[in-house]
């Protein structure tokens, strides 16, 4: 009797503490990354569903939400990814995951994220997977319970049902101005200082004893000025789109010096942050991006310095990463988020290389790479396509001039020499 109450109590604190005051909550879940989320609020009043929510919650099946909470936002990232993983391995066919989200509107770092889990098997899988998920993680769950046209939401539990709870009605809420995924992205996802990125390698380094080292050779450059230097040409676009072959024809036409963010001495650590969640991944291409800055620093003293890759590369790729859906999603292009950082060394010149979808497809072939792309997948790298396009197109100060790099690539790099002439006086 104790251990029921206990286990009642607990679960009631979490709710609560942890999941915030669910009233003021906004909930989204990303049913069709083609169209808006369903925005749904919880009432005591019991609400009629949209038709929209009734595909949702309409349906037979059971349904359940999780959300995860830490009071360290690396152990969160982790299990939030690890459960991710986990619900795409384990869970049957006939159960569909949606990412979702609690967040209470226009209120930055509201977001709490979490899944969505529609389980149309017979089997008890899910709820096994999210006992030992409730067990083992922080992690708050939901179950979705339907009479007639209403539909109501109570907190899970695998031993016993809380029974004296109020019910939470799903009641269906208006679209949010700002879509969910861009309220955490400072600091999550992309950072404005190099003090906010090197904490997240600190905070991770018991984990990942591999940020040590990062935070080491971070250490290890000096601080430059360039004031008189000569210029330095940033060279950005998607995967295939030309840098490579660019920046060497510049570097030789030029007589300039190379450099790349990340920087080579990050290189063997990068696969291991690639595997990270964006939080860890973030940070790591953010302090790169210092590392090359005291490179430029120290070489254009020298030298033009042209450099495959730089901050428009790492804030386009997060903000297009964490944003799910539609390019109307990205955060709007005043938005703060697509300033530059204040302590990062500024290029003189970034230059955006363009081709056509179809084009960046033949030269991805030519390399051998994305032959066997499914149908599905092409729509989604589509969307993140243009995503990272646009959001490369509105970062500002400095903001990026757009280069056709369709033509020949003797073509591209005359139409390049041309701009460096004109804006850099070279
Ligand atoms: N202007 C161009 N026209 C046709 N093919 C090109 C052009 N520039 C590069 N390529 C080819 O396209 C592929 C991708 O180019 P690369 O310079 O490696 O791109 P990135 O560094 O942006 O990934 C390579 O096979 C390269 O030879
Ligand atoms: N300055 C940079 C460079 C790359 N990146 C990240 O690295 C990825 C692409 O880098 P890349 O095209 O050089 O990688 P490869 O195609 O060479 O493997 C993107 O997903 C970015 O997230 C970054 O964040 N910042």
Redesign the pocket.
């Known amino acids: 009797m104790r251990l029921k109450f206990l286990s009642r109590f607990t679960m009631l604190k979490r709710a609560m503490f942890r999941c915030g005051e669910l009233s003021s909550r906004v909930f989204a879940v990303e049913f069709d990354l083609r169209t808006q989320p369903l925005y749904f609020t919880l009432s005591s009043n019991p609400q009629e569903l949209h038709h929209a929510h009734q595909q949702l919650f309409g349906d037979d099946g059971k349904l359940f939400s999780l959300h995860v909470h830490s009071d360290s936002r690396t152990e969160k990232a982790r299990a939030h990814a690890e459960i991710k993983h986990k619900l795409s391995v384990t869970l049957s066919r006939d159960c569909d995951v949606f990412e979702a989200s609690s967040f209470i509107p226009d209120v930055k770092n509201s977001v709490v994220k979490g899944f969505f889990i529609r389980d149309k098997s017979t089997t008890a899988l899910s709820e096994d997977i999210l006992k030992t998920l409730q067990q083992s993680k922080s992690v708050c769950v939901f179950s979705y319970k339907r009479e007639g046209e209403y539909c109501w939401q109570e907190l899970w539990s695998p031993v016993n049902q809380v029974q004296e709870s109020a019910r939470q009605y799903v009641t269906p809420a208006a679209a949010a101005e700002h879509h969910p995924s861009t309220l955490n992205i400072t600091n999550s996802d992309v950072f404005y200082s190099m003090h906010e990125a090197y904490k997240v390698l600190q905070e991770c380094s018991d984990i990942i004893p591999e940020s040590k080292e990062v935070l080491k050779l971070v250490d290890e450059q000096s601080e430059t000025s360039r004031a008189d230097g000569f210029p330095v040409i940033v060279i950005e676009g998607l995967?295939a789109t030309g840098k490579t072959t660019l920046t060497e024809a510049l570097r030789e036409s030029l007589n300039a010096t190379l450099l790349?963010?990340?920087p080579q001495c990050l290189a063997p650590f990068r696969q291991r942050f690639?595997s990270e969640p964006p939080l860890i991944?973030?940070a790591f291409?953010?302090l790169?991006?210092y590392i090359?800055a005291a490179h430029i620093g120290n070489e254009s003293l020298r030298a033009p310095v042209i450099v495959?890759?730089?901050?428009h590369?790492?804030a386009a790729?997060?903000i297009a990463?964490a944003v799910g859906g539609r390019v109307e999603n990205l955060p709007k292009p005043d938005s703060e988020l697509y300033q530059w950082p204040e302590d990062l060394l500024q290029p003189n010149l970034v230059l955006l290389l363009t081709v056509s979808p179809e084009e960046r497809l033949r030269r991805l072939r030519d390399r051998g790479q994305d032959k066997t792309v499914e149908e599905a997948e092409l729509e989604l790298n589509q969307l993140f396509r243009l995503k990272v396009e646009e959001a490369y197109k509105r970062i500002q100060n400095p903001a990026c001039i757009i280069v056709d790099a369709s033509p020949s690539p003797q073509e591209v790099l005359r139409q390049v020499q041309h701009l460096i002439r004109n804006k850099c006086h070279l």
């Open positions: 995967d790349k963010s990340p690639d991944r973030r291409y953010a790169g991006n090359t495959d890759r730089y901050w590369s790492t790729y997060a990463t």
